[in-house]
């Protein structure tokens, strides 16, 4: 039997425990859960505290996707994260998550595509199974955004979360990956962007002053863009994997806003039963949102053997991409 395949064995999430709901922001800035709720779809969304890192949040989802497939860490032959908030500028957070796992001597590195992190890294530890590279890939989406936040700022304060989720990724005989379509465009930047801290304007006392090292975005022009791409970068992987629309179970888009999802459905024909949103509980998590809304999902029981999922996203990059996925039991 030839095990040149790659099939999901385990999954995992997890969330801080301080929650903020809109009306906790109704204190601070001048909107009201009635507004945000219905330009984002967000009525909660969870904060790290001050002790808690990417790191953590990752390890501890990370944690729960080895539990949930009855694996100890050391089956895993690498750890992946995809993020844009790690720890440290370096070493890389997943370096920090295999230690915090026990197996500080494993292959580790990191995605840093925002929060279109995951399904890259789904692409990439894929490929790196099905050419016979690793058995086994941890990997996790994991996202402190709150640390990165103007939390005066109502444009973005209201928008983002903290969160983590897993995958473990395992070669097999049945090949669960159907395709893959990326796609990334670095021309403006400044549509959604963090710039300190960086070599085009490193971190010090006057960026901080200017607040150039938290998140800035056009959100009009994000809206915009992101649907377009959303709605082609699924036509496109659905057509590499010789698939129509009718053949999806389940779309699984990036949480960043309802609007955005609900007009991505609304492009692509997909009904409201097959679309999973839990935006209104945790916000935009970035790179943690597909794998976090995959592990409710599965936990719930409502993924079958031989579903076919697909994942999508948009975010800073530009970037965006699409995987169609099948389940296996």
Not at 241 to 256: C, Y
Not at 272 to 301: F, Q
């Amino acid at each position: 039997m030839s095990l040149n395949g790659v099939k999901i064995v385990g999954v995992g999430h997890y969330a801080p425990a301080h929650v903020v709901t809109n009306h906790d922001l109704e204190a601070w800035l001048d909107t009201t859960d009635e507004w945000i709720t219905s330009r984002t779809g967000m009525k909660r969304r969870h904060w790290a505290s001050d002790q808690e890192a990417t790191s953590d949040l990752a390890a501890a989802a990370a944690s729960a996707a080895l539990v949930h497939a009855g694996l100890q860490a050391q089956d895993v032959d690498c750890v992946i994260v995809a993020t844009v908030t790690p720890d440290y500028y370096f070493p890389a957070t997943a370096c920090l998550v295999a230690s915090k796992l026990g197996v500080a001597e494993k292959p580790a590195f990191d995605i840093a595509i925002a929060c279109s992190g995951f399904i890259y890294g789904l692409t990439v530890a894929s490929g790196l199974i099905r050419s016979g590279v690793y058995r086994r890939i941890m990997l996790i989406g994991a996202e402190t955004l709150s640390k990165i936040l103007d939390k005066n700022d109502r444009s973005t304060a209201i928008l983002f979360g903290d969160g983590a989720g897993a995958v473990i990724l395992e070669r097999s005989a049945e090949d669960c990956f159907l395709a893959s379509d990326l796609g990334a465009d670095g021309s403006r930047p400044e549509l959604l962007y963090a710039q300190g801290s960086g070599s085009r304007r490193p971190l010090d006392h006057a960026a901080l002053d200017a607040k150039v090292h938290l998140i800035h975005m056009q959100g009009r022009e994000t809206f915009k863009l992101a649907v377009t791409k959303m709605v082609e970068s699924t036509g496109a992987v659905l057509r590499k994997a010789n698939l129509s629309k009718a053949d999806v179970t389940f779309l699984i888009p990036h949480q960043a806003n309802k609007r955005i999802i609900d007009a991505t459905a609304r492009y692509l024909s997909v009904s409201d039963d097959k679309v999973v949103i839990n935006i209104s509980e945790y916000g935009n998590t970035s790179a943690a949102s597909i794998p976090m809304a995959l592990s409710e999902t599965v936990r719930a029981g409502m993924i079958k053997p031989d579903d076919v999922i697909v994942f999508v996203a948009f975010g800073g990059g530009l970037s965006w991409g699409a995987v169609a996925w099948k389940w296996a039991a």
